[in-house]
């Protein structure tokens, strides 16, 4: 076959999805406002960035929520995943489709529905409202995350600790828990992610006393093309690539 | 199995469903009232009980708006699907030192703020722009393409956004395709169109499917690709909806057209379940 025409196929994707981030990564140290062309090598996007009091608001309000949801989603959707495999139970497919189902759903439909949940508890929109929203949307992934990795387990092993005289706390502590850390931070990172980029469930559900990372870049975006805004989405792109390194690794590594 | 001490199993099977009925069953439920609901000046929603939410949604400009938002969202769905089709085969089955660099260079895209990646593409697209600045440098045009705002750019977002997803289940369903079955078709004398045709594309089906629902869902409802790289007039579903909701404080007729969406979507996931049997179900 001839090499040529797959190279520049493959070649050519890659660009699309590269050069547009690269672009902007670029301009980002660009010493000038509006202008296309080189003015030199500047830090000044990133000085103003780091002078703006609202946006490390913002920031610090998105990681607190990123790390409670990711957290709780993580214990919620391991202990679903450990106990669809472990045990049978009526309603097991049940579950499974509701989270199948979850996944597929579309984002919009579940801002609005909680929104109108949150309206009529006369949950105030804020961080309560966001957290409950991000846990949600973030189980599934747990669950689907954790559970592909809990099959590839050898069954015996859980039978030679209940042989033993294990108590189910005590395989979960000692063997599963040991077993299935790399799949349950991966998880955790895979909902840290999608709890720091949502833009369409926290629209619905975010008072303007709780300002959020994503709605204020969407704010900002809104009104046009920035220097700081290339500067901020770099430095969120880098991060974001730092999330997926370690987990690329901790998935890696074999049990 | 059965273990002598079920407390984990009932503490987990409990917060589980709790959690699922209270924020994601009864929400839903609440859209299918809201959706029979009334509302006035003071109120969202209010009595009386009323179908006049539907009746108002087979008008003119919504179904438009249906009907545009399915047609975007397919044509997406079959551009993601033929430019990702090859390039997940090629690297699934490449054997090269760089296969995994190349892999972990296509899963970074699907962890990168799909915001990011759209203002990303507004950098390239707009009239003084990357794209605009080369090709007046190059003198192949004279005066900047309008690019931005029109149903081409947010046709490019999409598939910029959505290609990932369609690339990653192509990409897990190919690699375990079994290279036996494909020897076996050559040396039974099948030429390389019958041999895609009739072993590798019914093999890899499960992944186009998963892939076409993964790109063509979101491609209807992603409000802020229209909003950032849309023209006054690109109006899709999603839109709609937050603006109903957001804008317009007509729940009533916002929950009607995400329910009539949802049922819409319902019937095609209902046939996707029975065309993939019961085993392969598996999406990421």
């Known amino acids: 076959m001839n090499k040529l025409p797959v190279t520049s196929y493959l070649t050519g994707i890659y660009l699309f999805f590269y050069i547009p981030i690269i672009f902007l990564i670029i301009y980002s140290f660009n010493n000038a406002q509006y202008s296309l062309i080189w003015h030199g090598f500047s830090m000044r996007w990133y000085h103003e960035l780091f002078a703006d009091g609202d946006l490390w608001v913002a920031v610090l309000h998105s990681l607190l929520l990123g790390i409670s949801a990711a957290t709780v989603a993580m214990c919620v959707g391991g202990l679903t995943a450990i106990t669809m495999y472990r045990y049978d139970f009526f309603g097991r497919r049940l579950l499974s489709g509701l989270i199948f189902i979850l996944i597929l759903s579309p984002d919009i439909v579940m801002g609005i529905s909680l929104l109108i949940l949150f309206s009529l508890l006369r949950v105030p929109l804020g961080f309560w409202s966001l957290l409950l929203a991000h846990i949600t949307f973030c189980i599934p992934f747990v669950v689907v995350t954790v559970y592909s990795r809990i099959v590839s387990f050898d069954e015996y092993i859980f039978e030679a600790a209940k042989d033993l005289g294990a108590k189910d706390s005590v395989i979960l502590s000692r063997v599963i828990l040991p077993l299935l850390w790399p799949a349950l931070l991966s998880g955790w990172l895979l909902s840290f992610t999608l709890s720091i980029d949502d833009v369409m469930i926290s629209y619905f559900v975010a008072g303007p006393d709780f300002e959020i990372l994503p709605l204020k870049i969407y704010s900002m975006v809104r009104l046009g093309v920035k220097p700081e805004i290339n500067a901020l989405c770099t430095v969120t792109f880098g991060l974001t690539l730092i999330l997926v390194a370690i987990s690329q690794l901790v998935l890696r590594k074999k049990p | 199995m059965k273990a002598h001490d079920n407390s984990l199993k009932y503490f987990s099977l409990g917060t589980i469903w709790l959690w699922l009925i209270v924020f994601a069953l009864l929400p839903f439920a609440l859209v299918t009232l809201a959706s029979f609901a009334s509302h006035d000046d003071t109120h969202l929603l209010t009595t009386p009980a009323t179908l006049l939410n539907y009746f108002q949604l087979n008008n003119a400009i919504y179904l438009k708006i249906f009907k545009q938002s399915f047609y975007i969202a397919s044509t997406c769905t079959v551009i993601c699907l033929l430019l990702g089709y090859p390039f997940a085969y090629t690297i699934a089955r490449m054997q090269s030192r760089y296969k995994s660099l190349l892999m972990l260079l296509i899963i970074i895209p699907f962890w990168t703020s799909s915001l990011i990646r759209t203002y990303s593409m507004i950098t390239m697209l707009k009239p003084k722009g990357i794209i605009n600045s080369i090709l007046l440098w ?112 007509n729940w009533p007729l916002g929950s009607a057209i995400s329910v009539v969406f949802t049922l819409i979507l319902a019937v095609m996931l209902l046939v996707y379940w029975h065309s993939m049997g019961n085993k392969e179900r598996d999406l990421l």
């Open chain 2, 138 to 249: 190059t003198g192949i045009i004279d005066k900047p393409l309008p690019l931005l705002f029109s149903d081409t750019s947010v046709m490019i977002g999409l598939v910029y956004n959505l290609l990932p997803f369609m690339v990653l289940p192509l990409l897990t369903n190919i690699e375990r395709l079994d290279n036996r079955l494909i020897d076996a078709a050559r040396d039974l004398g099948a030429n390389r169109f019958t041999t895609f045709r009739r072993i590798i594309l019914p093999l890899t089906m499960p992944g186009i499917l998963s892939g076409s629902i993964l790109v063509f869902l979101p491609a209807m409802t992603i409000f802020y690709i229209p909003d950032l790289l849309g023209g006054s007039k690109s109006i899709l579903l999603g839109n709609l909806i937050q603006n109903q909701f957001l804008i317009a404080q």
